[in-house]
């Protein structure tokens, strides 16, 4: 099949990319036009693991393209994506304008007789179908061309985690189509059979149920970790281990392992703006989503909550206090600084008088483009740890777990790490004579 991709940031290229891989020809096409430089000369946007061999290889292959114009993008293709930002708006709901702009552009430029399946894969709140399908319609008219029956708007909410995308993208645990067109359905059926395996279904359903499915999903994944972070301050309370706690409630198959990890809260592109986004298009049909309400203030207290254990060690003065920080993505295996719970700390940080060393092994140039030297950036972890006064943990990266602790004793001025991942054994680092301190575990409380 022929494919075009409209937005080719990280949704966009990993699309486009595994489109191509099982034997589509895609094209992907975003106003970006050093992006598209970039990805035509073979040089990858994102770092996401196993993607740059797919897409160098499909580039090869020539059934991978780019430009940074739509007409040319689309002109052949059955089936259109839109894999365009929706951020947050000003009072928190989704920002519709790059859909409902591209949409717009599109009703000047199908044909009446060329039928195009058009498939909203950003993350957009109910009703965007609807509204991209009456964009679509509305600028065509306005050109005198009646384009009624040329093209169906499709929902196919993405489900993928950055850091395992390929993966998530090429053995999905389900596809979610929503659509009322019969003949959407069998295109949209045929293109993703290569990804469906036995026991992992396409769910096909009505436009509005697509839609809300993701905000629901990503709502219920966020509510679990803030289910957890607060069990995890409740543990510090009573004296108990939510390592434990966890393992013993996730044991149950009706609650599962996954995602019960506390830690400094969520971040991301995805869960903050989504769970917000759900609660405002909640408020706008009067329904107040009061569980979800919680989960974002229980989101942005627990950002900072090493913040006064930190404090409290240095008996309330930061002033003149040097920290080493490993990690700056707002998870591992990504570059992805969006909402990431280290910039909150390195403000608090700052905001008391203390200097940040930071080493991340993806995400440096990233910050530096956004906070550049406000804080001051190391080769390595080690070198990171360089006359501080403690070592602060804020992404499980897979090096961090098993450091060599005898060169963090002769680096870090004091033995001292405030782990807001849990990475460590409370015991075998105590032993190493560490003062330390986590998440949500007793040892760390009952001195
Ligand atoms: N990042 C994720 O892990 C993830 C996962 C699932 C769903 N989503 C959803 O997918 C959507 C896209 O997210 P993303 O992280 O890929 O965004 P992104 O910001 O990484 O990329 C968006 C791209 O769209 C381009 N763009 C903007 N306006 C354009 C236009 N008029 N024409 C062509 N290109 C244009 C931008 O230049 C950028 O390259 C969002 O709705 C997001 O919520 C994201
Ligand atoms: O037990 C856990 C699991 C995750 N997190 C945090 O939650 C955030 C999001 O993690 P994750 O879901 O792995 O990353 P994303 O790439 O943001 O993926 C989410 O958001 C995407 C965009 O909508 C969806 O497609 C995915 O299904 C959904 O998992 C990160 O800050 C993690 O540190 C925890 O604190 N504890």
């Known amino acids: 099949?022929?494919?075009?991709?409209?937005?080719?940031?990280?949704?966009?290229?990993?699309?486009?990319t595994c489109f191509a891989e099982t034997g589509n020809t895609v094209t992907c096409v975003d106003i970006d036009s050093t992006k598209v430089n970039k990805l035509t000369n073979g040089e990858i946007t994102i770092y996401e693991p196993g993607?740059?061999?797919?897409?160098?290889?499909?580039?090869?292959?020539?059934?991978?393209?780019?430009?940074?114009?739509?007409?040319?993008?689309?002109?052949?293709?059955?089936i259109i994506f839109l894999a365009l930002p929706t951020p947050p708006g000003e009072d928190g709901s989704a920002d519709l304008k790059y859909i409902l702009g591209v949409a717009s552009q599109l009703g000047t430029l199908l044909?009446?007789?060329?039928?195009?399946?058009?498939?909203?894969?950003?993350?957009?709140?109910?009703?965007?179908?609807?509204?991209?399908?009456?964009?679509?319609?509305?600028?065509?008219?306005?050109?005198g061309v009646n384009l009624t029956g040329a093209f169906d708007v499709v929902s196919n909410p993405e489900f993928l985690r950055e850091g395992v995308a390929v993966d998530d993208f090429m053995k999905p645990d389900r596809v979610v189509i929503g659509t009322s067109s019969e003949k959407a359905k069998k295109l949209m059926g045929d293109l993703y059979a290569p990804f469906v395996r036995q026991g992992n279904p396409v769910i096909f359903m009505d436009e509005r149920s697509a839609e809300l499915t993701k905000y629901a999903a990503n709502s219920f994944l966020a509510t679990k970790i803030s289910f957890m972070n607060?069990?995890?301050?409740?543990?510090?309370?009573?004296?108990?281990?939510?390592?434990?706690?966890?393992?013993?409630?996730?044991?149950?198959?009706?609650?599962?392992?996954?995602?019960?990890?506390?830690?400094?809260g969520y971040g991301g592109s995805c869960f903050p703006k989504d769970v917000q986004a759900l609660v405002k298009s909640s408020n706008e049909v009067k329904y107040d989503f009061k569980i979800l309400n919680a989960v974002m203030e229980v989101n942005e207290t627990q950002k900072l909550h090493l913040f006064p254990k930190i404090k409290n060690y240095f008996k309330g003065d930061l002033k003149g206090k040097h920290f080493a920080l490993w990690g700056l993505a707002f998870k591992p295996n990504t570059d992805d600084i969006r909402e990431a719970p280290a910039l909150y700390m390195i403000d608090a940080l700052t905001a008391e008088g203390a200097t940040v060393t930071a080493?991340?092994?993806?995400?440096?140039?990233?910050?530096?483009?956004?906070?550049?030297?406000?804080?001051?950036?190391?080769?390595?972890?080690?070198?990171?740890l360089q006359g501080a006064d403690a070592l602060i943990i804020a992404t499980e990266w897979n090096e961090f777990r098993t450091p060599d602790f005898l060169k963090i004793v002769s680096t870090l001025k004091n033995k001292t790490i405030f782990d807001g991942r849990n990475l460590f054994e409370v015991s075998a680092i105590r032993e190493l004579g560490f003062h330390y301190e986590s998440i949500g575990r007793a040892p760390s409380i009952i001195k």
């Not at 020539?62 to 940074?68: I, K, S």
């Not at 510090?236 to 392992?257: F, H, P, Q, T």
């Not at 406000?374 to 070198?383: H, P, V, W």
């Open 51 to 78: 993607l740059e061999k797919l897409f160098l290889r499909n580039l090869k292959e020539d059934r991978l393209h780019f430009t940074t114009d739509l007409a040319a993008g689309i002109k052949d293709a059955s």
């Open 230 to 264: 607060e069990v995890a301050r409740l543990c510090e309370l009573l004296g108990a281990d939510v390592d434990m706690v966890r393992r013993g409630v996730g044991s149950d198959d009706r609650i599962g392992k996954r995602f019960l990890f506390p830690g400094i």
């Open 359 to 384: 080493f991340d092994p993806e995400a440096m140039n990233n910050v530096k483009k956004t906070i550049g030297d406000k804080i001051t950036y190391a080769e390595n972890q080690y070198a990171a």
């Open 1 to 16: 099949m022929k494919i075009a991709v409209v937005g080719t940031g990280y949704v966009g290229l990993v699309t486009g």
């Open 111 to 143: 044909k009446t007789d060329d039928y195009k399946v058009i498939i909203d894969k950003s993350t957009v709140p109910v009703g965007t179908a609807e509204k991209v399908n009456a964009a679509i319609l509305e600028s065509a008219k306005k050109a």
